[in-house]
T-cell receptor, first 111, second 110 residues
Framework: EADIYQTPRYLVIGTGKKITLECSQT?????MYWYQQDPGMELHLIHY???????EKGDLSSESTVSRIRTEHFPLTLESARPSHTSQYLC??????????FGDGTRLSIL | GENVEQHPSTLSVQEGDSAVIKCTYS??????FPWYKQELGKGPQLIID?????GEKKDQRIAVTLNKTAKHFSLHITETQPEDSAVYFC?????????FGDGTTLTVKP
């Protein structure tokens, strides 16, 4: 019954390619987030947004970029993928003071 | 900024036993404390939460307690079942930002 959707679920791609991970939510939440997580490990916040045209870097340095042109859409882009980018990427959204709703993630493997 | 410590990092219990996971936080301004469960291949999902004006909250087999003075909160799962096996994350929320603990991998042995 997830209201936040991430595509693709899995991606295996070669070094140097440009990648965009998609995240959409249908709940009208203002706040959206991207986390990087190795399986079963801690969540590292890499980007967040308070609303349209707002983007901030998170606690973990990342070579990725994000955009927030529409409330429901928060894509993450890697201009030139490297093996060190191999990880799981989780998107989430929330209202202020409310719990975060997470997507099921994109498992990214860079060869 | 806020710092959340979560213990233990792994926990193994026998089916039917209780499991307790503890978190401490550093910022006394934090006022909302959700707990998430992450199953294999899925994103974390909220299972229970507590706000700073409440000391305890229960939902069937799970409960959360909060001690604001000591700045710690705990998740209690009673009568554990194999489907409780997952990674659990605590979080502390203040001023528009959530800080997560590092997670606890709970294994319930049948």
């Amino acid at each position: 019954e997830a209201d936040i959707y991430q595509t693709p679920r899995y991606l295996v791609i070669g070094t140097g390619k440009k990648i965009t991970l998609e995240c959409s939510q249908t709940m009208g939440h203002d706040k959206m987030y991207w986390y990087q997580q190795d399986p079963g490990m801690e969540l590292h916040l890499i980007h967040y947004s308070y609303g349209v045209n707002s983007t901030e870097k998170g606690d973990l340095s990342s070579e990725s970029t994000v955009s927030r042109i529409r409330t429901e859409h928060f894509p993450l882009t890697l201009e030139s993928a490297r093996p060190s980018h191999t990880s799981q990427y989780l998107c989430a959204s929330s209202e202020l003071g409310q719990p975060q709703h997470f997507g099921d993630g994109t498992r990214l493997s860079i060869l | 900024g806020e710092n959340v410590e979560q213990h233990p990092s792994t926990l193994s219990v026998q089916e039917g036993d209780s499991a307790v996971i503890k978190c401490t936080y550093s910022d006394s301004a934090s006022n909302y404390f959700p707990w998430y469960k992450q199953e294999l291949g899925k994103g974390p999902q909220l299972i229970i939460d507590i706000r700073s004006n409440v000391g305890e909250k229960k939902d069937q087999r799970i409960a959360v307690t909060l001690n604001k003075t000591a700045k710690h909160f705990s998740l209690h799962i009673t009568e554990t079942q194999p489907e409780d096996s997952a990674v659990y994350f605590c979080a502390a929320y203040d001023a528009g930002k959530s800080t997560f603990g590092d997670g606890t991998t709970l294994t319930v042995k049948p």
